[in-house]
């Protein structure tokens, strides 16, 4: 199969180390890839919202399959574009349509579909300019904190979580009378907070059926002990210990079963990935939200622990034959660091040269690039996120150990990473 991956992240980095072992992977293609992507395949110089030329890419190059990486380029129909072109009658795209890729694309269609379905998750409500004037009456009573969202995509900065009445409503008023979050964050979902741990369940379905992939925790915050702003994440665990088979019943049985089944019955097409965001409050779990892709770094250490050969389970997507799919999960946990630009997530610089990459020992780690590209033969920095460092353990103080370890081979100027992925499982 020639198979064609979109996205320039440590997560495409994990998704093509784990394609090129397939015996069925013929020829991979990244687009745009990264430093460490073209060990895989061939790095493609297009860009991920660049329909015309990923369908050019696809013609010229007989691409069977594409697999997509990031939710822009499937919030903005990438799928539906590919698939109707009379040239790639038998491409498959792994990826829902612009339909689908709603659940993230505006938190209002994600929060009705949930209600729709009985799907459990924080109360809420939704404001645009029309009822401004009530919404901030709303805001004046509500309990706190309180969580306002924009609607459409935000590069992850959409959520706001609020104090204090006072910052809700001048945060209200920036979203919507001045579009801090652009046109679509125009509209506010205005939601409960909820106190518990979150993790993240990964689900591939084909449309009718699913498989439950491994479960991740993702560490969001900047600082040690979960402190300062959000990032894309700096590091990730696998399995989450407290989760065991009775939660992820619970989780199956009211939520991803009934999302599933409420995606079939609202004809939204949909082959592909499934993020579930979740917060666990006592045993209960609630959805937060949901992400029409895998997560990163979440896939560096979800992807690890897959025996399964991911062609052969994604082929099973596009024929709609999951049912005949059994996932076979490595037992050992799997924890991933991320080494971020000095700065990160605020302002940085780019263009570092980084030592020491290929002095990871391979036995029980692997260095997946995120942000870095080749230049004259040296890989530099190109990102806040610039690579990480997955290692399996027995244990998640173990697998971090071992993590921690390897990061002291590797260096660039400013570079910092989080030591404290998985503290509280210590
Ligand atoms: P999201 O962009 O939807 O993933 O939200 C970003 C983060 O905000 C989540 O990972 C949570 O930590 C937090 N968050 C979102 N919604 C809620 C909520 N209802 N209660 C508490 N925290 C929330
Ligand atoms: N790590 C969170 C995300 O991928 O959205």
Redesign the pocket.
């Known amino acids: 199969m020639r198979i064609l991956l979109l996205g320039s992240g440590g997560r495409e980095n994990a998704l093509a180390w784990k394609l090129s072992q397939s015996p069925r992977c013929e020829s991979l293609f990244i687009a745009p890839g990264n430093a460490g992507t073209s060990k895989f395949g061939t790095n493609l110089n297009i860009g991920i919202t660049d329909f015309d030329s990923i369908r050019k890419a696809c013609i010229d190059e007989k691409i069977d399959m594409v697999v997509v990486g990031p939710e822009e380029p499937l919030v903005k129909g990438v799928t539906d574009f590919l698939i109707s072109s009379a040239a790639l009658k038998n491409l498959d795209v792994i990826g829902p349509g612009k339909a689908g890729a709603q659940l993230e694309g505006s ?1 209002a269609f994600a929060k009705a579909f949930m209600m729709r379905h009985n799907i459990p998750t ?1 109360t809420y409500r939704e404001f645009t300019l029309d009822n401004y004037v009530e919404g901030v009456e709303y805001l004046k009573t509500h309990p706190l ?1 309180i ?1 306002l ?1 924009a609607d459409g995509l935000a590069a ?1 900065k ?2 706001v ?1 609020c104090e204090n009445h006072i910052e809700a409503i001048a945060e209200f008023e920036l979203m919507i009378q001045r579009a801090k979050f652009g046109e679509a964050g125009k509209k506010v979902v205005v ?5 518990g741990i ?1 993790i993240s369940v990964f689900v591939l379905t084909d449309g009718k059926n699913y498989v439950m992939l491994p479960e991740a925790k993702d560490y ?1 915050r900047v600082g040690e002990g979960d402190t300062g702003p ?1 990032t894309g994440g700096m590091g990730a665990v696998s399995p989450v210990p407290f989760v065991d088979a009775s939660l992820l019943k619970k989780i199956e049985d009211k939520v991803i079963r009934p999302t599933v089944d409420g995606l079939r019955k609202e004809g939204l097409e949909y082959r592909g990935f499934i993020f579930f ?1 979740f ?1 666990i409050v006592g045993d209960e779990p ?1 959805m ?2 949901y ?1 029409c892709r895998m997560g990163d770094p979440e896939t560096e250490v979800v992807i690890p622990r897959l025996k399964n050969d991911l062609v052969d389970l994604l082929d099973a997507v596009a024929k709609q034959e999951l049912d005949k799919v059994k996932i076979d999960t490595d037992t050992r946990t799997a924890c991933t660091i991320v080494a971020v630009s000095g700065g990160y997530p605020g302002e940085y610089q780019k263009g570092y040269e980084i030592t020491g990459i290929d002095d990871v020992n391979p036995e029980d780690s692997m260095l997946f690039h995120m942000g870095t590209t080749e230049k004259n033969g040296k890989i530099i920095t190109s990102g806040g996120r610039v690579f990480c460092i997955t290692s399996y353990g027995r244990s998640v103080f173990d697998a971090v150990e071992i993590s921690k370890e390897e990061m002291q081979k590797i260096s660039f100027k400013d570079m910092t990473y989080r030591s404290d992925i998985g503290f509280e499982f210590e």
Do not use: D, H, R, W
């Open positions: 938190k924080a904190p969580v969202k992850g959409g959520v979580i939601e409960q907070f909820l106190t979150e969001k959000n965001g917060m609630y937060i939200e992400n």
